[in-house]
């Protein structure tokens, strides 16, 4: 956080509207409600800076253009499994070949074998408000296959008015004024990665930036 946070408040922040948590409006409020709140506290999760390389002879800076963040949550060592969360690109690079590649490389990361350079995971999930079609759609691009969806899996946070799934809570709820969530879950799995998934993935990563 002390190399990225405030670099990343100086590019637009991405939509917060079918997000659990924000909008931030300070990178200090983003790191208490987030990173401190939820990253460090858990040994399975861990928030990744995203760079835009291409943009390196633009910015002067070889590391290139500061893009927005991505998240390996929920990691389990015993089960060999996680779910790439808190996808946030903004505006600037969405429609780009940002989100792909970042989301590839981490595919790649927790699917390929230790011998590849991977940690050999068996499975990946992959989470979204089903208001979140943008995301859905990355996530089936990129080999997912849409598994449910988990009715009232989230209790958003008290004011969010947005992102909810429409539906009255019930007299006597003990969180009157915090809307529910539901939860579309995708997955991806280590034979559906060797069968056709990274092939899928590494010929997304292959084409020309836009």
């Not at 499994?81 to 903004?90: L, P, Y």
């Not at 981490?106 to 350079?117: F, N, Q, R, V």
């Not at 979204?128 to 996530?139: E, Q």
Request: aromatic share 8%.
């Amino acid at each position: 956080p002390s190399k990225h946070l405030d670099a990343l408040f100086t590019i637009p922040s991405p939509s917060y509207d079918c997000l659990r948590w924000g909008p931030f409006v300070t990178s200090n409020q983003f790191n208490t409600t987030l990173i401190e709140g939820r990253i460090q506290p858990s040994q399975g999760c861990v928030l990744f800076a995203i760079y835009d390389k291409t943009k390196a002879s633009e910015t002067g800076n070889p590391d290139g253009s500061l893009a927005g963040v991505i998240g390996l949550c929920d990691t389990s060592i015993a089960h060999l499994r996680a779910e790439v969360a808190c996808v946030m690109i903004s505006p600037l690079f969405q429609r780009t070949h940002v989100t792909t590649n970042a989301v590839g490389l981490l595919l790649h990361y927790a699917l390929d074998l230790p011998s590849e350079g991977g940690l050999g995971l068996r499975r990946m999930t992959w989470k979204a408000n089903p208001l979140n079609a943008a995301s859905i759609k990355v996530a089936e691009r990129m080999g997912f296959v849409k598994e449910g969806i988990l009715r009232w899996d989230r209790v958003l946070p008290d004011g969010k008015d947005s992102g909810g799934n429409g539906r009255d809570r019930r007299t006597g709820d003990p969180r009157p004024d915090a809307l529910g969530r539901d939860t579309v879950v995708l997955g991806l799995c280590w034979d559906e990665w060797e069968d056709f998934a990274r092939v899928r993935v590494d010929e997304a990563m292959a084409r020309p930036a836009a």
